[in-house]
């Protein structure tokens, strides 16, 4: 048994020890909290291109890790503002860098989808629960029907 | 009445399914460039050959050129290598290189040992220029127009049918002066 997992463990503890090896980052400095925040902040909002779900914050491609110099130029080096980086990155990567995209007839559809479905599901929910709940009294005429459809029965129960 | 009513999960069905269907056939890691239409970023990049001055796409005023955006660790540019070849020397097409995140040895060797597809390389170890243009899959290949409008783009290696198909037929416009 140990025989099998000696080797497994040795790997995994070398898998372990080698993350820190292969994510290192440049340590950026910052001259106030405000500056750190915009910078963090962009990072979250701005997608990389090569893994298409992940936030330049969090890939490790080599793309993202340049385009994070490039962020950090902008908004510390350069003294831009949140918007001006914005404008930078989609001149160059389009509007699907940004996560949230902005609102235009060609994403109209994207913003508001979601909430048209919602509210077109629930009128059907409506008309669906009303039809269930139909609790108009019964005519003289269906009374009898239903009395002789019961009656006609000889293994139904009595009523 | 009830019939209709049975079908309407059917044809639900059918709707996102065809949606589906037409997504499949997209390549989500092809994304639209914003700098269709648009002049190519301006540059001033040393050659790839050591000290031999620099390059940049005003020396191509006039011209309908290609710009390829390669490296030497880049496994598709491997692939283009020899469509770019043929487009060079057979169809006359400039080529413009552009050696991204690269070697200076390594993509001198490269170039030596596999043919030189190009009429001028420029070199940016650091991808500043890459990220003018807007590159996030090496290769690239841009078209770009007498006036120095991106006139196309492919992300990726360019594969023999789509230089036949629409590379080559957009060059041969753009150098009889249509625009579209």
Redesign the interface.
């Known amino acids: 048994m140990t025989g099998v997992l000696r080797p497994i463990l040795a790997f995994a503890f070398a898998l372990c020890a080698a993350g820190p090896l292969i994510a290192s980052e440049t340590i950026r400095e910052f001259d106030n909290a405000a500056e750190e925040n915009r910078y963090r902040d962009l990072l979250e909002e701005i997608r990389c291109l090569v893994c298409q779900n992940e936030s330049l914050a969090s890939s490790g491609a080599e793309l993202a890790q340049d385009l994070r110099s490039e962020v950090y130029r902008l908004v510390v080096v350069e003294d831009r503002s949140r918007e001006e980086a914005i404008e930078f990155l989609t001149a160059r990567y389009g509007d699907f860098v940004l996560y949230r995209p902005p609102m235009q007839p060609s994403t109209w559809l994207l913003w508001f989808g979601p909430a048209i479905l919602l509210v077109l599901a629930g009128g059907i929910a409506v008309m669906i629960v009303r039809q269930r709940t139909d609790s108009r009294p019964l005519t003289a005429e269906e009374h009898e029907r239903a009395r002789r459809l019961l009656s006609s029965d000889d293994d139904g129960p009595e009523t | 009445m009830l019939r209709a009513r049975y079908l309407i999960p059917l044809v639900l069905f059918l709707v996102i399914a065809a949606f589906l269907a037409v997504g499949l056939t997209k390549d989500?890691?092809r994304?639209?460039?914003?700098?269709i239409g648009k002049p190519v970023p301006d540059f001033d990049l040393p050659r790839l050959e050591a000290d031999a001055g620099r390059i940049g796409p005003a020396e191509l005023q006039g011209e309908v050129w290609l710009l390829n955006i390669w490296a030497t660790w880049c496994a598709g540019c491997r692939e283009e290598h020899h469509v770019l070849m043929e487009a060079a020397s057979r169809d006359g097409v400039r080529i413009l290189g552009l050696d991204y995140?690269d070697e200076r040895g390594a993509a001198l060797r490269w170039l030596e040992q596999r043919g030189d597809p190009y009429f001028a390389s420029a070199f940016d170890p650091e991808?500043r220029v890459?990220?003018?243009?807007?590159v996030?899959?090496v290769p690239e290949t841009y078209v770009i127009d007498a006036e120095g409008i991106i006139r196309h783009k492919t992300i990726g290696p360019v594969s023999m049918e789509k230089l036949k198909r629409e590379i080559l037929p957009l060059v041969r416009r753009l150098q009889r002066g249509e625009t579209s």
């Open positions: 989500p890691s994304v639209p460039s914003p700098l995140k991808g890459g990220i003018d243009l807007g996030y899959g």
